[in-house]
């Protein structure tokens, strides 16, 4: 949820306590320009806005936690001309927990606020591997068959929907394609190692010179191996 608390501070409890009733979940990150600070150190003078306790009670009553600079002060609003008015107005916040998100800050050079995002850096082993769409598939024209039956039933659903089952087609099709075309590699390398077996026996049971002439070149061959 993106908000912006008006500047004006005679406004700002009465916006504050709307916000309980946009919050309907565990789920809910709230982010945007406070126009007040919580603490002493959310501000250069250390000044604090009437409303200051009010926002904190409600924040802590939603669960809500901030994830930018929850333990240090960083301060996203610079005056462009008085270098003492700096604050931490602009925060994100969350009433989740999640151990990955991090929030941060960069500079915009036509504005004096700072822009806040966040990130979610993930361990490697978290969740399912990515899946890599093999180009060589193109070629198969079963694969190409079942693309065009499929694009040819979109747009009798929910637009976002019908995507989201397309992609899934596109997926389940070319896995299917890449297992079939495994299986015939796999028989091929199979029939393939079978002749090469039959020619090591017709090499090493041969006596002229043709026959020691591969003898010297099958060698070779195994020795790069």
Not at 33 to 50: A, C, K, M, T, Y
């Amino acid at each position: 949820m993106n908000i912006y608390v008006p500047n004006d501070p005679a406004s700002h409890l009465d916006f504050l306590k709307q916000i309980s009733s946009f919050v309907r979940d565990n789920n809910t990150i709230l982010l945007g320009d406070f126009n007040l600070v919580i603490e002493g150190r959310d501000h250069l003078s250390g000044r604090l806005d009437g409303t200051s306790c009010f926002l904190m009670d409600l924040l802590s009553e939603l669960n809500f936690e901030e994830i930018l600079g929850p333990h240090q002060t960083i301060f996203t609003y610079h005056h462009l001309s008085l270098q003492e008015r700096k604050s931490h107005l602009d925060r994100i916040y969350v009433n989740f927990v999640n151990k990955y998100l991090n929030g941060y800050t960069s500079h915009i050079s036509t504005s004096d606020h700072y822009l806040v995002g966040m990130f979610e850096i993930l361990p490697k082993d978290f969740g399912p591997k990515m899946w890599k769409f093999n180009s060589d598939i193109l070629l198969d024209l079963a694969f190409g068959d079942r693309v065009r039956l499929a694009c040819s039933n979109f747009g009798s659903m929910d637009v976002c929907e019908e995507w989201e089952r397309l992609k899934g087609k596109f997926q389940e099709y070319a896995m299917l394609s890449t297992q079939y075309h495994v299986k015939q590699a796999k028989r091929e390398v199979a029939a393939l190692q079978k002749t090469l077996s039959y020619i090591n026996q017709q090499i090493y049971a041969g006596d002229n010179m043709e026959v020691d002439h591969l003898k010297t070149e099958s060698r070779l061959l195994h020795c790069c191996e």
